[in-house]
């Protein structure tokens, strides 16, 4: 299985990656440690959650991608993520 990242603007889907192993991104929200990062591989449950400006690390084998992103909100579902920039 692999993952399927989309980046969402407010003019339109902004980035399309598929194949992934691992994205790792910046999680903001009060219950948890401030800039804590999540690594969401296959078959990651069902998750919702704001995520902080930060370079967010998309691998694949061998390869890392770093993507600057802004603050928004991010949903893992079905192996694939989305996120919806605020």
Avoid: N, W, Y
Avoid at 32 to 49: D, N
Avoid at 53 to 63: I, M, N, P
Wanted: glycine content about 6%; aromatic content about 2%; charged content about 25%.
């Amino acid at each position: 299985m692999a993952l399927t990242f989309d980046m969402v603007t407010a003019k339109g889907l902004a980035m399309h990656e598929e194949g992934l192993e691992r994205v790792v991104i910046r999680r903001r929200e009060e219950r948890f440690v401030p800039g804590s990062e999540v690594a969401i591989c296959a078959s990651h449950g069902p998750l919702l959650m704001q995520t902080q400006a930060c370079t967010a690390r998309l691998v694949r084998g061998a390869h890392t991608q770093a993507v600057d992103v802004e603050l928004g909100v991010l949903e893992v579902l079905d192996d694939r993520i989305t996120l919806v920039i605020t």
